[in-house]
Structure formats: C-alpha cells, structure tokens
C-alpha cells in the first residue's frame, strides 16, 4: 500500500495517499478547488491555472534535515505566488490555502483572462446549464471584464471534428483535455493543437475526422461548449431533461448509462430520448461510452417499431387484440407439441428469457439461443471471479485476447485492457491480422484462421509466452468469434478454459474467462439455459417457432428457407424485420427504454435499467407477453412484474441465488467523485445511484468441482482451387436491426466489404473498391473490396451483419463484378 | 332629530351628485368601444419581438421557460440554415407555446429574455372558450409583419449570419 500523507486544507486535516495531487487530495476532503484542465482520469498539465492556490510547506533545517518549529508548531514556509494545486503533489505537513484573498485574486485574474474571447453564446449553447466555465465564473469570476469588448477574437463557430462532433473555436480554452483523453485514455492522437498563441486550435489529424469510437467522450469532458455532439445540437437545454439510470444494449460490456429524455413536439408530443450519457462504474465502465452506445439508441424511436399485435389474414398482416393473437399462437404451438421451438436472443433481459426457457420446458419444446457463437457455459464455470475489476489489474497480471478485434467488437474492453497494459499488464494478442490492439501487445501471436484452439493449446506448453501467462498473478483471457461459427468458438472456449485451470488462473477475482459475445445478454441467455444449435435450419423447419428478438430471415438466406417451410411462425420483436414479414403472428414487444429489467454482462455482472419513456403503442414486455401466451398454452408464467419474474429466476437458477431487484440497486462511493453538481471537475457524466450491479460467481469460485467440456476435433476446412476460405469478422457499426435506423452512423457502417490479401486480390484480378460477387452455400452476396496485407493469401474477410450472410467461415468464390467505384 | 332632516340630508347628498355631474371630469370609460390606455409597465398579453428587418429575434434559449414560476412556457428549438432562416443567430425557436390559463403576468420571462425578444404587451383582452384556445402557439404571438419580405423563414445569402447570438450593442437598453 502507498504511503499515507497528511496535510491541512483550509485548516482541514487532509490524509491522502503519497503522490496524490493537491486538487484530488482536497476533492477528497470534500473541499472544492476549481479546474478546467485537470481531470481526474487525466494527467495533470497545469495549463488552465484556475486552481492557483496558497501552497505552504513546513520548513526544514538544513543541518539538521528536521522540521523547524515555532511556538510547538512546525515553521510554515509559503511560496511567495501562487501555485497550481493540480501539479503540486501532496506532502506531509504541507498547508493549502484555497480561499484566501490572495488566491482568490489569482483565481479570479485567471477566469477574467480565459473568458477575453469566450463569446456569450451561453443562452443557446448546448453545455449552457452544466457548463464548468458558466459554474466557476458564477463562483469565482470578477463579474466585469477589463479587456475591451471590441476587441474580442471572432473565429469560426462551426467546425466539424468528424461527422459526429463540431467544434466551436471561439469557446474552446485550450485545455488539451480531448487531445489528452485521445492520447492518454484512448491512445488513438486523432486530435492536436495548430498553431500557437491566440490562433491555437484543436483539429482533427485522422482522415475521416475524429476517427476514434470514442469521441463521444470528449464532450463530456469538455469544460466549456466547444465540442458538442451532432445528435444533441439544440435538442433541449440540460434542466430541461430528466435522467434515468439504464444499462447500454449494444454489446456485452454492460456499460451504464443515463438516458435523457423530455417531452418534443417533433416527435408529436411524446416524450423522446434525447440522449445516452455514461453513468459511473468503475467496475464496467468508469465513466466513459463508446459512440455506439451513445448514438445508436435511435433504432427505439424507429418509424419501423411495431405498436400492435399483427395476425395474418388473407396474407395481410393485420391488426389483431391481445387476447386473439396470443389465443392463435397458442393454439398452433400447443397442437405442434414437440415441434414447439423457442428462438430468442441475447437482446432480451434475463426475465424474458427465464420466461421463454420456462414455457418452452412446460410445454415440452425446444429452447434455441441465436447465436453464432458457442461457450457461454464454459464462462459460467470459469468465468471472472466475484470483484473482478480490469481497472485494477497492472503490472504481473496478463490479460490473453484471443480470436477478438475487440475495438470493433466490445470498445470498452478494449480501453480498459489497453490500460491495463499501460499499467504493466503483460496483453497478449493472438488474432490472424492485425488489430487496433495489437499496439498495445506485448506478445503478439498470429495464427492461421482454423488453428485457434491449437494456438491457445500451445500456449499451455513450455514457451516465453506461455511462461509468462502461467506466471501472472492474475490472468483473463477474453475470447471472441472471429473467424469462428458456432463449433469453433465453442472449441476454443473449452481450449481457453483449459488453459486457465492448468495455470490456476480460475475461480478467483481478475481471473478467468470472458466471451466477447455477439450482443448484451448473450451470456444471460446461456445462464438461463438457451443453447445455440449447430444445424439451426434442420431445428425450424417444420417446427412451429417463436422467435423472440431475432431476425433470422433478414441475416441469412438458408434460415429464411427453412423458416418459409416452418409450420407456424411468431415473431415477438420491437421493429419490423423480414422475420416479421412472413410471420403468422407478430407480438409487438417493448424496447429496453420503455420498461424494467436486467441483463447479465460478458463479465457475468447482473445489472438493472429502468423504464424511461412511455410505453409505445399497444406494445407489452417481452415476459407479458410470453406469460400471456403461456397462460393460453396451460402453462403459468409469472407475468405481472418484473422483480417477481427475477426472484423466481434467483430461486431456481445457482448462480443467481440471494440475488434480488434491492441488492443490485445498491451503491456505494466511487473515486472519482463525478456528476454531483460539480461538472468542472470529471465532466458531466451521471453519478451511479441507482445501481452497480452484482457480479455472478463462477463455478470454479463456488468450490465445486470444475468439469471443462472435451473439444470435439473437427477437419480443418479446406476450401477448393480458386476458392477463398471465407471467414466473418466483427464490425462496431453494422447494418444490425439495433444500429441501421442511426442515421448518423451510416457514414460509418459504410458498405459490406470482402477484405483480400493483395496477392489474392491480384490473383483474382479485382482492385481496391471494385465491387465483387461474393458465393458461397449457394447464395451470392455483393461487396466491396478492401485489401490488407496482414492477412493471409487464402482467405477473405467478411463483416457479420452487413448484408452477406456469413455464420461461419466457408468456402467462397469471388468474381469481380464491375468498375471500381 | 327633526321630521325635515332626512329630506336636507337628501338634499345636500343630490347636490354633491349635481356638483361632481357638473365640473367634475368624466372618469368612466365605455368600454369596450372606449378603452383606457394603459400604464407604461403594463404586463398583459406576450409579444415575440422581431429586428427591423423581420428577422425573429427569439433564439430559443428556453430561458424564458426556466424563469417562469408558473410552468407556462414551453420552447423547442432547431438550427437556423441560410436556405430557410428564422433568426440572425445559429438557433430559433422552431415551437414556442404559452399557456395562458397558467400565465400570471409576472413578466420574469422578459427578465430572462437574452436577445429582448419575448415581451410583455399592453393586450388584456384574452378569451378562450376551451382549454386548447389557451395555448398561444408562435404564430400567434409573433409579431405582425409590414411587408412580405420581412416574412420569416426566408432564403439569405452564405456568411452574412455566422454568429451564434447576434450581437447586442448595449444589452441595457
């Protein structure tokens, strides 16, 4: 443990660990010190001077190297200026004045001189309200200017960054705090300083601009109004808004989150999203969210939700009540007896799917996860133990990414296992081409795609990698699925697992197991009991399937087959999708904003959202609605609310056993302090009050006995002369049903694309951006080539869920089909 | 008490009538054909000011609805483009409705108004048959025009607005 040193604040007694710097060491104490470029996940630069304060230091006898002392106390010696509290760090004995005439003066002069050119666009600026330049010039700004009005710099107030973020540059103060959290947080230098002096500006240095996911961020942290977001440009005015406490639905790190909402008559006086904030975690999260789960929450106010139960009539889908459409359905699914097939996926909260599996094991049928990606109860056995923290892991722990392109995948892993590695943590890569990751690796391994599970295999025998994980104090090891389908991921979990238990790196905190699922409850779902089935096509057809949360007509070809050949098909979603199109009935769900529930993390932390809208339409919960449709079947679900569903569920599942709605509403203080009124200081992310989360303790930490399923050899695929061996890989911003209606992201999904090795793109005679015909399995899909030389000559890459119906590598032919675009 | 001097109290109470009938001035206005003008810090009905040029000087700050202690004003705003302008600045207020059955004239959103636009005018003549009549919507309370081409929105040139809020010479007048 670091040394604790104590010094006195305003006369306070102020005890803080050795190496603290003053401003963090009197936030502690509750005592505020203003600052603008300082941030606490930040390190300090002292550009800003806002926090001059009176810094005084006891003084020491030279000859003898003990502290003079006067009257019985120690000699305070004070620095003749001021100094800046955010770049002094904290010594014993040391005495801070932050009140004082003097630094008051300072503190003052220096508000008086970053607001020369600070236009009063106050009235319509988007941070007006929770503005840490409005706040501290309220409280401690001279109230009158001595430069002269005239004489203001005027520059361009309308400077886009990326397509995402603009920039204001009469607003900006020059803090630095983007560029530090792209250079210091992300490690992605997309932004920088031009110029010098009055004509300093911060501008993008990326092509497109702002290239970084976490852009987003940088508004947050932003202390005046220069960086503000496209989506929130004059939506609403900050007091306007009401805040509730919900959990991001995009991927499986489970970020918290606010969302904003009020009233708008745009949107024909409904009260509206307006937008996603981070909320503070520092256990998920910390306090930032990646620009997916910033923006693309607009798929739940989608012309395309559905807001009425639908029943095909004369091959129309029409209008039909509760009580009809559910009486329908139940009465096909009841006569289909074993043929009953439940599809859901990781987009449901636990209680649907507790609710789903329930119904399906009452009325003799078959519950089906959909998803690509198999492993889910190797996690549950081997998972992250119990205060599994990555923001605590550092020097001598290790951390293995194996078949993930995180960034694209789980963005916040990826940031936080990026400083994990800043911290020392040994990150080891093993991945076919090269990531964004790979920068940050100590060790990187490449593979071909096919030997995943043999690279993680070989990590357990005698090597300097494998050394070196066998060592670590603490070990993770996140795998993901690309390049993978069901059967190899399910392989490589298992070989991951095995690795793990052989290096003892199970069952305690910091240690284990992490899918990089393919949604947010993914692994939820498997908790509950929904498992993937290999051959999906041979499960459906015939059956009489209840798809929940799942559009498999619209993501493959060879599934909308075999659904057309179903007996009967309910769909229960929240928008219309092809699946939709050719169901017999459709149950017109809630969205996550609109209702209570919870979901299960990759990390396994059970965490609750909350509704924060009203409900659209004649639309119910998921569990409703299944509850409904169960009572109709003879089955009793429990569906009138939610936390009932849920104690039921922690009643009959091991995992989730004490588990209740109260104890994951619990909290407790986190550093840094954020979000109580004092914006100036971590920015204007929302404090967490309305829940961490628990995490689920994995078998191996319960002390049961650990049995790692056998991975089932399989023949390495092996694709033909003039064939490619297809492989999918993960993209952040794809044509998902939950990411398509942002409008503002298109520019970013852009188009499907076949990635190539140039040699093979020679070979095959096409070019960069030429559009290419891309067949396998008998269906041809359209894409767009892109080449990288670090993959290998034989394969080509391809996004999931851009339109090529891609589920597990494959061989593919490819033929150029016209000019280069 | 004598028998007459109810019929003298009579008399000197008709003569004061006869007094004030004759060379006192007239107080009564006959209203509504006659109406009183009223006192220069009136508050009635609000009006949504307009510049000189037609141009609507609401920014759509909301500031107005934050001030007001009645919850009467609600204010949605959207960005000004040189194609179809509204105001001189980046943002106007693309809905601005005020309750009147809510209003209680304290005039707080003049005080908050940045730009002088919202403002108190001498109309106390509001009736409404329902409760939806009682919402004043931005048509309504946007000042009459003279001329067509002081019409709001309306097509002008690039780089003539490129401030934020325009500027205000002296914001005490």
Redesign the interface.
């Known amino acids: 443990m670091t040394k604790q040193v104590t010094l006195s604040i305003n006369g306070i007694n102020v005890t803080a660990p050795d190496g603290t710097n003053v401003v963090d060491a009197a936030k502690m104490a509750g005592i505020d010190i203003p600052v603008f470029c300082h941030h606490p996940k930040l390190a300090p630069v002292g550009m800003c001077r806002m926090c001059l304060v009176e810094v005084g230091r006891p003084v020491i006898d030279r000859a003898t190297g003990q502290v003079v002392m006067e009257n019985g106390q120690p000699k305070i010696q004070f620095m003749p200026k001021l100094e800046t509290a955010c770049t002094n760090t904290v010594s014993e004995g040391m005495v801070v004045l932050t009140t004082t005439d003097k630094a008051d003066a300072g503190q003052k002069s220096t508000v008086e001189f970053l607001l020369t050119s600070h236009?009063?666009?106050c009235?319509?600026?988007d941070k007006?309200g929770e503005c840490p330049l409005q706040n501290l010039t309220m409280a401690h700004g001279p109230g009158k200017s001595r430069f002269i009005y005239d004489e203001k710099l005027r520059l361009d107030?309308?400077v886009p960054l990326g397509e995402l973020i603009w920039l204001?540059r009469e607003r900006c103060i020059q803090c630095a705090r983007c560029i530090r959290f792209q250079d210091e947080v992300v490690g992605e230098s997309v932004l920088g300083f031009d110029e010098r002096g009055r004509s300093t500006q911060i501008v993008s240095l990326s092509d497109p601009g702002f290239d970084s996911v976490f852009s987003g961020n940088t508004t947050d942290i932003c202390p005046v109004g220069a960086l503000t977001t496209t989506d929130f440009?004059?939506a609403?005015?900050p007091?306007?808004l009401q805040a509730q406490a919900s959990v991001c639905t995009q991927c499986p790190v489970g970020c918290n989150t606010t969302i904003n909402t009020r009233r708008?008559?745009?949107a024909g006086g409904d009260i509206v999203v307006k937008r996603i904030m981070p909320r503070q975690n520092e256990e998920v999260n910390e306090i930032w969210l990646c620009d997916k789960g910033r923006f693309a929450y607009h798929y739940v106010e989608s012309k395309k939700r559905l807001t009425k139960p639908l029943i095909r009539k004369d091959d129309k889908l029409t209008r039909a009540s509760w009580d009809a459409a559910t009486k329908f359905a139940a009465e096909n699914f009841s006569k289909a007896k074993k043929d009953f097939v439940v599809l859901a996926s990781g987009r449901l909260a636990n209680e649907d799917l507790f609710n789903l599996k329930s119904l399906a094991d009452h009325a003799g049928g078959t519950a089906i996860m959909y998803s690509d990606m198999g492993g889910g109860d190797v996690t549950a056995l081997v998972g992250v133990g119990q205060g599994t923290n990555i923001g605590k892991m550092g020097s001598g722990d290790a951390i293995l990414v194996v078949a993930s392109d995180m960034y694209q995948e789980a963005p916040i892993w990826w940031l936080r296992v990026k400083q994990a590695a800043d911290r020392g943590a040994t990150l080891i890569v093993a991945n076919p081409r090269s990531t964004k990751m790979d920068r940050f690796a100590k060790h990187i391994i490449r593979y071909a795609y096919g030997d995943e599970i043999k690279t993680v295999n070989d990590l357990s025998k005698k090597g300097k990698i494998a050394d070196e994980f066998a060592k670590a104090k603490n070990a993770i090891i996140f795998y993901g699925n690309e390049g993978l389908g069901l059967n190899g991921s399910t392989g490589l979990a298992s070989a991951c697992a095995t690795l793990l238990k052989e290096t003892e790196h199970i069952g305690k905190p910091n240690n284990g197991l992490i899918g990089v699922w393919g949604r947010a409850n993914d692994q939820g779902a498997w908790e509950v009991g929904f498992r993937p089935e290999p051959d999906l096509e041979q499960a459906l057809k015939g059956k009489a399937v209840y798809i929940v949360g799942a559009d498999p007509v619209g993501d493959s070809p060879a599934l909308a087959k075999a659904l057309k050949g179903a007996k009967f098909v309910a769909v229960q979603d929240i928008l219309e999708t092809a699946t939709t199109e050719i169901a017999d009935v459709v149950f017109a769900a809630q969205a996550f904003t609109e209702r209570e529930g919870t979901y299960t993390s990759g990390e396994r932390r059970v965490q609750r959202f909350y509704a924060a809208v009203p409900v659209k339409g004649d639309t119910k919960p998921d569990f409703v609605i299944t509850s409904i449709l169960g009572r109709q079947m003879g089955v009793i679900l429990e569906g009138s609310s939610v936390s009932v569903v849920f104690d039921i569920l922690a009643n009959s599942l091991d995992a989730f056993t004490d588990l209740s709605y109260e104890k994951l509403a619990e909290v407790h203080d986190q550093w840094p302090i954020v979000g109580r009124g004092d914006m100036y200081y971590g920015g204007t992310t929302y404090e967490n009050m309305k829940g961490l989360g628990v995490q689920l303790a994995p078998t191996a930490q319960t002390g049961a006995t650990v049995r790692i399923p056998k991975v089932r050899k399989e023949a390495a695929l092996r694709p033909k002369e003039k064939e490619l061996l297809a492989v999918p890989v993960n993209k952040l911003y794809d044509r998902g049903v939950t990411v398509n209606p942002a409008q503002l992201l298109h520019q970013r999904i852009g188009e499907a694309t076949v990635t190539l090795h140039p040699t093979a793109a020679k070979k095959l005679g096409v070019v960069e951006g030429a559009l290419v015909k891309i067949s396998f399995d008998g269906v041809s899909s359209e894409g767009v080539v892109k080449l990288d030389d670090t993959i290998s000559t034989s394969v080509a890459l391809v996004p999931r869920s851009m339109g090529i119906a891609i589920r597990e590598p494959v061989a593919a032919s490819v033929v150029q089909l016209g000019k280069v675009k | 008490m004598g028998v007459f001097d109810p019929v003298i109290e009579l008399g000197r109470g008709l003569a004061e009538t006869l007094r004030s009938f004759l060379f006192e001035p007239t107080v009564t206005y006959q209203y509504p054909e006659e109406k009183r003008p009223v006192r220069p810090r009136f508050r009635g009905r609000h009006v949504l000011k307009r510049y000189d040029d037609g141009l609507e000087k609401c920014?759509?700050?909301?500031?107005c609805?934050?001030a007001c202690p009645a919850d009467a004003i609600?204010v949605?705003?959207?960005?000004n483009t040189d194609e179809k302008r509204f105001s001189p600045?980046?943002?106007y207020a693309?809905?601005y409705e005020i309750n009147m059955l809510r209003c209680i004239y304290c005039g707080f959103c003049e005080d908050a108004c940045?730009?002088e636009a919202i403002v108190l005018g001498d109309n106390y003549e509001l009736s409404f048959t329902d409760r939806k009549q009682a919402i004043y919507t931005k048509d309504f309370l946007l000042e009459p025009v003279q001329t067509a081409e002081m019409l709001t929105p309306r097509k002008v040139d690039a780089g003539v607005y490129?401030?934020?809020?325009p500027d205000m010479k002296d914001p005490s007048d």
Not at chain 2, 162 to 165: A, C, E, H, L, M
């Open positions: 236009p009063l666009d009235p319509i600026c007006g107030k309308l204001d440009r004059f609403a005015r007091w306007e708008e008559v745009k | 920014i759509g700050c909301s500031l609805a934050a609600f949605e705003s959207s960005e600045g980046q943002r693309s809905t940045p730009t490129t401030r934020s809020v």
